[in-house]
């Protein structure tokens, strides 16, 4: 259910509505643009029971939703929610980059690469510490020990630090050393980490399941943020189709989809969608097109001998290149649109 404000509304009368909405025992979200106020409702009451509210001055109507997410929706939000921590901003109208290796291995590693990915313009430091790996016998990250070497990296360098969480037990080790809490595409419906993920006071990165659709994509965010964390960032990481070409297939109409349905930040992998070091440039561009507000790249100080991810992890110079094309395209995209 969404309360609608008439355009005149005056202060007072939100206050009075909000105040009525809290006797009832409902917490509402306020979201103002410039030109409306738009009260959104979500849980059992119903129209019966809100009747009252419809004849408070100042309101316009109710209106009942028919999507099956609600805080995440653009109906009970119509403003874009804008994500910062500390030099990265998602959601502003610009594009922000993250770049960094698949996964932390050495001090060494993510300090280098870290100063590289700064000096080309990225704002934000990925790497996992926690690994989600097909096989048991692969690397499965340092743990702990890398999450210090990433915070201090991100911090000498004035980078977000983001790194996978896995499941509930690595919450607290998490939020002690990164700044975005990402989920991988293999947890985007672990419900349980998803709710625990409301309380971490992180933003989260959540990214698209293998075959999730973009309604579950959806859903899934609105677990995050019905447990209390309004923060969260989309991923288009590529879906799982029957083309062989690609690791994945990017999905670029997730982009302007999950605009027009939510309020919420999303940013485009290239990396883990491709699958291929020379796509990494074109699905960058593409997502920006599409309306993308960012881009998480793998990008590591000699690619061939990354631990993982190796056949789609980009050189510094490599990295550079993409970076090039990406400044001219943001600029073309806000003429465009203007
Ligand atoms: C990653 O970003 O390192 C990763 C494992 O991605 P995904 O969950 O999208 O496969
Ligand atoms: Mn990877």
Redesign the pocket.
């Known amino acids: 259910m969404i309360i609608a404000m008439k355009p005149t509304a005056t202060l007072r009368e939100i206050t009075a509505v909000i105040a009525r909405l809290e006797d009832l025992g409902i917490t509402p979200t306020v979201s103002k643009s410039d030109d409306a106020t738009i009260i959104g409702i979500v849980g059992g009451k119903k129209g019966v029971e809100l009747a009252p509210v419809a004849q408070m001055p100042g309101v316009a109507q109710l209106v009942e939703t028919q999507s099956p997410f609600k805080r995440v929706s653009r109906e009970y939000h119509p403003e874009d929610t804008v994500v910062r921590t500390g030099p990265l901003t998602l959601g502003d109208g610009g594009f922000a980059v993250i770049a960094g290796p698949?996964a932390i291995e050495s001090e060494q590693q993510i300090f280098d690469a870290a100063a590289h990915v700064k000096r080309l313009g990225a704002t934000g430091l990925?790497g996992?510490a926690f690994?989600?790996r097909s096989s048991p016998y692969s690397f499965q990250g340092m743990g702990e020990q890398g999450l210090k070497f990433m915070q201090a990296a991100g911090r000498q360098h004035g980078l977000a630090t983001v790194s996978?969480v896995m499941n509930v037990r690595q919450i607290e080790v998490m939020v002690r050393y990164i700044d975005v809490l990402?989920v991988?595409?293999?947890n985007m419906q672990n419900f349980d980490l998803l709710k625990e993920l409301g309380a971490a006071g992180k933003p989260i990165m959540l990214?698209r399941g293998l075959s999730a659709t973009i309604e579950e994509l959806l859903l899934a965010a609105e677990y995050v943020i019905n447990s209390g964390n309004p923060n969260v960032i989309l991923?288009e990481?590529g879906i799982r189709t029957f083309e062989t070409e690609t690791r994945n297939t990017l999905d670029i109409s997730a982009f302007p989809l999950c605009k027009q349905l939510s309020h919420l930040p999303i940013i485009v992998?290239p990396s883990?969608a491709a699958g291929r070091r020379d796509l990494i440039k074109p699905l960058t561009l593409a997502g920006i097109a599409a309306g993308a507000d960012g881009a998480?790249i793998e990008v590591h100080p000699c690619p061939d001998k990354a631990f993982s991810?190796a056949k789609q992890t980009l050189s510094y110079e490599q990295f550079g290149l993409v970076m090039a094309g990406v400044a001219p395209l943001v600029e073309a995209m806000r003429l465009a649109k203007s």
């Open positions: 698949c990925r996992g690994k989600p996978e990402q991988g595409a293999r990214k991923c990481r992998d883990h998480m991810d």
